[in-house]
């Protein structure tokens, strides 16, 4: 794959679930926190759970790009076995298939409020300041830790997609939710 064109397909989905984000701001603070269901999410626990992944992944990538001897990028980038399959795994599919997270990334029964948008949004410029700094350095080269396990590294060109796919999921999943209320106060009127 043209690194330059993943890393420009990346930018753009970073900056759609950016303004994705900032709409969310016109919400009201009961719409926020509104669960679908008892055992779903809210559209603030979606976030803060991508905040939570942010808050491990921005300063990786940040530091590893940062002391990186392979300033030299290629043209090309082939996405390992490991990381393809991860973020593969993390595009939205038309039915999202449920998948359990991890306790410290679960923000269920967190008390959040809309700050948790700000920091998002936050992290989405931080973000895309890091995916134009992967245009200058070889995304084949640099390896980067994972939340997975600590022996667990990752291609810098696949951690770009994986954390860019998972927002995106989630972004997806806070659709859901808004078209699901919007559905449930149709059925309550009609």
Same mark, same amino acid.
């Given at each position: 794959? $043209? ?7 990346? =930018? ?7 303004? !994705?984000?900032? !709409?969310?701001?016109? +919400?009201? $603070?009961?719409? %926020?926190?509104?669960?679908? #269901? ?5 559209? %603030?626990?979606? @976030?803060?759970?991508? /905040? ?7 300063? !990786?990538?940040? @530091? ?19 990381? &393809?399959? =991860?973020?593969?795994?993390? +595009?939205?599919?038309?039915?999202? &298939? ?7 990334? &679960?923000?269920? $029964?967190?008390?959040? $409020? ?12 931080? +973000?895309?300041?890091? =995916? ?5 350095? /070889? ?27 998972? /927002? ?7 659709? /859901? ?7 449930? #106060? ?5």
């Amino acid at each position: 794959m $043209d690194a330059n064109t993943l890393l420009s397909n990346l =930018l753009v989905l970073t900056h759609q679930i950016k303004k !994705e984000a900032e !709409e969310l701001q016109v +919400l009201t $603070d009961f719409v %926020l926190q509104l669960r679908p #269901r008892s055992a779903s999410w809210s559209i %603030l626990e979606c @976030i803060e759970h991508l /905040n939570r992944y942010g808050h491990f992944y921005l300063p !990786e990538l940040a @530091i590893k790009m940062s002391i990186t001897k392979h300033h030299l990028p290629s043209s090309t980038f082939k996405s390992g076995y490991l990381g &393809n399959y =991860l973020a593969k795994r993390m +595009l939205p599919k038309s039915k999202l &298939n449920k998948r359990k997270a991890i306790k410290a990334m &679960n923000p269920s $029964d967190s008390k959040l $409020d809309r700050e948790v948008l700000t920091v998002f949004i936050q992290q989405q410029n931080s +973000l895309i300041t890091l =995916l134009e700094q992967a245009k200058t350095v /070889n995304l084949n080269r640099i390896k980067t830790a994972t939340t997975i396990h600590k022996w667990i590294s990752l291609r810098l060109g696949d951690t770009l997609k994986l954390v860019v796919f998972h /927002n995106l999921r989630h972004m997806v999943q806070v659709q /859901n939710i808004l078209m699901h209320q919007k559905l449930e #106060r149709q059925n309550y009127l009609s």
